[in-house]
């Protein structure tokens, strides 16, 4: 068996006991939206400056090797 001093409650959040010996109350532990990610995500996109590059290397290094 596992140390318990090392494990922490997936309920309360507490260290020293396994969810299924709980005795307290689950806690509420607020997480942003899988929408409010994604926005924040293009939004930092859409901030990032473009790369720029001489005449004749654009996309040089998104050109994509055919496998036969």
């Known amino acids: 068996e596992a140390n318990k001093q090392h494990v922490r409650c997936q ?3 507490e260290m020293g006991h396994w969810t299924y010996e709980c005795t307290g109350k689950r806690k509420y532990v ?8 994604m926005k924040k995500k293009l939004k930092e996109n859409e901030n990032k400056p473009l790369s ?3 005449p ?4 040089s290094s ?3 090797i055919k496998k036969k």
């Open 62 to 64: 998104e050109k994509k």
């Open 11 to 13: 309920k309360c959040l």
């Open 52 to 54: 720029i590059t001489g």
């Open 56 to 59: 004749g290397q654009e996309g």
């Open 30 to 37: 607020h997480r942003p939206s899988r929408t409010v990610e």
